[in-house]
C-alpha cells in the first residue's frame, strides 16, 4: 500500500504557452488537485521556461490548484522568496548543485512552503539519503530535465524501490513523485515500484480526450 492517495500533476511546460492561464484551468476544472510548474533557468538544465510572475499571474487568473513547482536552477536559494511569494505551495530543489540545502530547506518552510527534493536519472538514491526526513516530497526524474516529451527511463525503477523502501523502514511520510516520460503504462509501473505521485506533460496536454486520461488515471 502507498502511503498516500495517487496523485496525477499535470505539467504546464506542455501546455499551451500563448494560453497558460486557459491550460492552468483545464486541470482545475477536471478536479484535479496539482499542477506541475518546471522553471528551468538556461545553466542547470539547457531550457528556458517561466518564472515568479507566471505563477503570480495564474493566481490572479484565479487558479487555485497546488502549485508543484520544480526549480531546476544552479542556485535556487535567492529566488525561493520570489516563487513563495508568487503563489508556490511547495518548492523542489535539486541535490546535484553544490548548495546549503539545509539552509534552502529552512527558508521554504520559514515561506511557508513544502520542501521537495529532486535526483537527475545519473544520480544514486544514497545522495539524497540523508535528507529524506527533512523533506515533504522526493522526485525522482525519469529522464534527463530540461524537455518534455522523452522517453521514460525504466532503469529509474529499483531507485523508486530503494526510496519507497527507505520511506517504509523509517516509517516518513514524504511524496515520491516521478516526472518525465510519464503515462497511463509507465505511471502503473512506478506506482507499482512505489512512486504514489506522478507528473504527466505531454501525456495529459496532448491527450485526444484528457478528461479520459483523467479518468483513466483515476483507476491506476
Ligand atoms: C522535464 C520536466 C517535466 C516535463 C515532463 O524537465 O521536469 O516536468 O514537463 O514532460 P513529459 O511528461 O512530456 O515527459
Ligand atoms: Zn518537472
Given at each position: 500500500m502507498n502511503p498516500h492517495p495517487l496523485l496525477l500533476a499535470p505539467s504546464l511546460l506542455a501546455g499551451d504557452h500563448a494560453r497558460l492561464a486557459e491550460s492552468a484551468a483545464q486541470v482545475q476544472a477536471l478536479g484535479l488537485p496539482w499542477l506541475h510548474l518546471d522553471i528551468m533557468d538556461g545553466h542547470f538544465v539547457p531550457n528556458l521556461t517561466f518564472g515568479p510572475e507566471t505563477l503570480a499571474a495564474l493566481r490572479r487568473a484565479g487558479n487555485k490548484l497546488y502549485f508543484d513547482t520544480h526549480l531546476m536552477l544552479d542556485d535556487p536559494l535567492p529566488y525561493l522568496e520570489l516563487f513563495a511569494r508568487a503563489g508556490a505551495n511547495n518548492l523542489s530543489v535539486h541535490?546535484?548543485?553544490?548548495?546549503d540545502h539545509r539552509a534552502v530547506f529552512a527558508r521554504t518552510r520559514q515561506l511557508g512552503c513544502q520542501c521537495g527534493l529532486v535526483l537527475n536519472p545519473d544520480t544514486p538514491a544514497s545522495a539524497i539519503e540523508p535528507w529524506l526526513d527533512s523533506v515533504d516530497l522526493v522526485l525522482v526524474m525519469t529522464?534527463?530535465?530540461?524537455?518534455?516529451g522523452q522517453t521514460f527511463r525504466r532503469d529509474m525503477l529499483p531507485k523508486l524501490r530503494q526510496i519507497d523502501g527507505w520511506r517504509r523502514a523509517r516509517q516518513l511520510g514524504f511524496r515520491l513523485e516521478v516526472d518525465g516520460g510519464i503515462d497511463l503504462a509507465t505511471a502503473a509501473e512506478c506506482k507499482a515500484a512505489g512512486a504514489d505521485t506522478f507528473v504527466a506533460g505531454t501525456a495529459f496536454y496532448k491527450a485526444p480526450d484528457r478528461v479520459a486520461f483523467a479518468h483513466a488515471f483515476g483507476l491506476l
Open positions: 541535490i546535484e548543485p553544490a548548495i529522464v534527463q530535465p530540461g524537455f518534455g
